[in-house]
């Protein structure tokens, strides 16, 4: 009887930690009401607010993000570019000192909540610069929904990241994390980063969003623009309705979005175009000489959507803006805002595919950036790379990544490197972020690649998009498909990769040339063990190719783009050398390597091939 009843309690409590562990997410559905004045660069707006908890828990706390309250002096932002120093962000730098110190009083960001209800009635809430507390009157029990009203005055800061009024291209508003806008709430709890310059993280949700601005402004906005008849840009001779201040009001929708982002200027230019079983796209943007190329790049981003849908999933939304906001790029729902100035055409491409491609890895599959930044920058920089060499193709490149593989190596050899596992705001170093969340997040997707074979990566790829687009999926969620499809453990890759600065370092370390077959020892010299592809090139012009799987695999991988392979015995990841004999004499051979196709990241390279004299 005993027994039976620990079987009966160890049921219920692992029925009980499945449904904790379940998966879930919120819902929003915002409506606001925007009015500009344009001349103080200010605005007062309000919102009504349907938010579902659809988690298992009793709500009695939500949070708000306040981005703008970040853009003035002594701010948190400001206190950590002033404590990086020389290692801070070069954008929020000038002469050696933060830019956010000297910004003046009436150019400082700020967004006052003035009050929130919770269905009709007042809630105390307290602000802690970028994040406000709200305490509520009547708890959100799981599987409800309730509604929140509030009112605010926010002042435009000058731009010094991504955000404000008059940039360098002399663009006058371009209003990105502009709204006090909710927090997400998941299983890990509340995503309450202070904004001190980097990412973000939201709830997906509906927008109904209505602007009053002067009638000579243009807006360039994500999601759809539904009175376009009605005000400046958007069609031949609209009929533009004002009123009685003279302005015009705009108002677009989306649906299943992370954010709503938006910039206005009186010489914006619209050109519309439709992609084929895509998108329709708008290029909003001052036509200059400086920004010549932006026509030029139409039948390029044509073709762009048209292979991101082929190749990581189909894009989801309606519409998509390019808009020029005049600070590098950042992503958002539906749109993105990018430097609008470009030497050449290949340049203005690079950012507005690698922004777009945020579209897949950080809207739709909506993954927490402020954790978890390589899961994004990373995957965009490999879809950037991809496509970018499908569009232009590098004869000199033996593969679309080599120029990654290269910059990780070159900086692992300054001794600056950070893991890829710490969060986004918190790296020491500028540049080792970048590095630990742009170059190895991609990498982590070429060494995959690698490890897996290219046919498995894509199976991978498409499978993730399949199982989470409009989630909010993790790098655990990730590793269970790719070990699904390839049929490998790959724990022990994603450990060395994400969680430690180790590094892959593998070499020829002998060759013994024997009467009828050669001999070959290669030798681990790094800390990360890797499956190895060893190749040689005959005489005869022929290229034979073996794989070492790596005994932590337990599967070897079964093909590759290379061609065809035989597969050797496992290299145990705690022995440092591995022999092999191939049948060929060395009058055969005239090259024999690791890794022909130059994917792995080895640190050096240089001894991974000989020449066989």
Sequence with gaps: MKNRLVAIFSLIVGLITAQQQAYYQQEASYKMEIDVDAANYSYHGNQEIKYTNNSPDELSVVYFHLYWNAFKPNSLMDQRVQNQGKNADGRLTEFGSSKLASIPKNEEGSQTVNWIKQNGKLLKFEVQETIMKVYLNEKIKPNSTTTFTMDWDSVVPKQIRRSGRNNREGVDMTMTQWFPKLAEYDY????????????????????????????????GAGGILENPSEVKGYTENPTIKTDKNDKATWRFTAKNILDFAWAADKDYSVETFIVPDGPKVNFVYQKSEKTQFWSEAQPYITKYFQLMNATFGRYVYP??????GGDG?????M???????????????????HEGAHSWYQQMLATNESTKPWLDEGFTSYAEDFVMNALFPKDDMPNPFYNAIQSYVRFVKSGKEEP?????????????YTVASYTKGELFLVELGYIVGEENLSKILKKYY????LKHPTDRDFLHIAQQISGMDLKWFHHYWINTTKTIDYAIKDVKYNDDSTTITLVNNGEV????????????????????????????????????FQTLNYWNWTTKEYTLTIPYKKSDLQILGIDFSQR???????NNFLEVK
């Design 188 to 219: 890990d709890g509340w995503a309450t980063f202070d904004y001190v310059g980097r990412e973000f993280h939201a709830p997906f949700a509906d927008f109904d969003v209505t602007i009053k601005i002067d009638k000579d402004y243009v807006i």
């Design 319 to 324: 519409t998509y803006s390019f808009v020029q």
């Design 329 to 333: 790029g950042m992503e958002y729902g």
């Design 335 to 353: 749109c993105t805002m990018i430097l609008g100035e470009a030497r050449s055409l290949e340049g203005l491409l690079g950012l507005m595919i």
């Design 420 to 432: 890829a596992v710490w969060l986004a705001d918190h790296h020491d170093n500028g540049t080792a």
């Design 466 to 469: 399949q199982d989470w687009n």
């Design 529 to 564: 063990p890797m499956p190895i592809d060893f190749s040689i090139f005959t005489k005869d012009k022929k290229t034979v190719n073996y794989h070492i799987p790596l005994n932590m695999m337990r599967t070897p991988k079964t093909k590759d783009y290379f061609g065809d």
């Design 600 to 606: 792995l990241a080895d640190v050096n390279p240089e």
